[in-house]
């Protein structure tokens, strides 16, 4: 009989270290997940559209181009939310290379640049809207959950970028419009994450990480009657964006100011003489925000 009891209270020693192991309480009952354990992306999508580059030619002062769209898709699940805290969700975008040079025949070339990021003294810069930060933007691109919530909630965030800029046909420096533009090169890559923050403890949680990439050629023969002188050149259709296995941490300045807007110089860089620090609002335009949408709707009544 005493080896009997011996080996029951053995067995629920055993049994009471293993549950004590697992995180358990309350004999043989768990604790219920927290917000880390149970957010779930349902389902995630990105692309860039298939259509080239349009050019338009129809001033006699910049040239204007429109690339395709990055769009970025995700389904979330959100568990319920305890207390008061309050948590969003959404897309935070980040550039981590820029080339965009606009070369003027013998004259130089233009070149807008992020001097911090050239220089390799930050690996990535915010591409928020300039107000809501760190969020790319807060019409519909985010979704906000205020706790406390009794049930589940789900929901879908969407957004799109594109670049849209003009280039002035004279060169920058001077006052004459006399077209001497002769090429466009643009190459920027950019990181894009779905993040749910906290507003009471600043927790973030970096839920799906993507990579994307955007290049551009245009040949121009400035001789050529208006309307006539642009040509696309490769590549005719962009590389299409990777979703990441792994999640990439976020760099402290992609969440922070400036954004990538704020942060940009224009530059003159002469084919002789040193190079002129130049800010055109003509010339302007390092993206052009796309529309965002942002689906959301209660669950499991």
């Known amino acids: 009989m005493r080896l009997l009891l011996g080996a029951r209270l053995w067995t629920f020693l055993w049994d009471l270290l293993v549950l004590l192991d697992m995180g358990c309480i309350q004999s043989i009952r768990c604790k219920p997940k927290g917000f880390r354990e149970s957010v779930t992306v349902i389902e995630v999508s990105a692309s860039i559209d298939s259509n080239p580059t349009s050019i338009d030619e129809s001033s006699a002062v910049v040239l204007r181009y429109r690339t395709p769209h990055f769009r970025a898709s995700a389904r ?3 568990p319920p939310v305890a207390g008061k805290d309050t948590w969003t969700v959404g897309w935070i975008q980040a550039c981590n290379h820029m080339e965009f040079y606009n070369k003027y025949g013998s004259k130089g070339m233009s070149s807008w640049e992020l001097p911090d990021l050239r220089d390799d003294k930050i690996q990535a810069i915010s591409d928020s809207d300039g107000v809501n930060y760190p969020w790319y933007g807060n019409t519909t691109e985010t979704c906000t959950i205020v706790g406390p919530t009794k049930r589940e909630t789900k929901f879908t965030v969407s957004m799109n970028d594109n670049f849209y800029p003009s280039v002035t046909w004279g060169v920058p420096v001077s006052d004459s419009n006399l077209p001497q533009l002769s ?3 643009r190459d920027q890559s950019f990181t894009t994450w779905l993040v749910a923050i906290s507003h009471a403890t600043n927790e973030t949680l970096v839920l799906q990480t993507i990579r994307w990439r955007m290049r551009l050629h245009i040949k121009i023969d400035p001789d050529k009657p208006l309307g006539q002188r642009a040509t696309l050149m490769e590549p005719i259709t962009q590389e299409q964006p990777q979703i990441l296995a792994k999640n990439e941490p976020i760099p402290t300045n992609a969440m922070v100011k400036p954004n990538a807007n704020d942060a940009q110089v224009l530059m003159w860089r002469p084919k002789t003489g040193d190079p002129i620090v130049r ?8 993206t052009k925000r796309g529309f965002a949408s942002c689906l959301f709707q209660k669950a499991m009544e």
């Open 76 to 78: 979330v699940l959100v």
């Open 183 to 185: 090429s466009i090169h």
């Open 279 to 286: 800010k055109m609002t003509i010339a302007s335009s390092y």
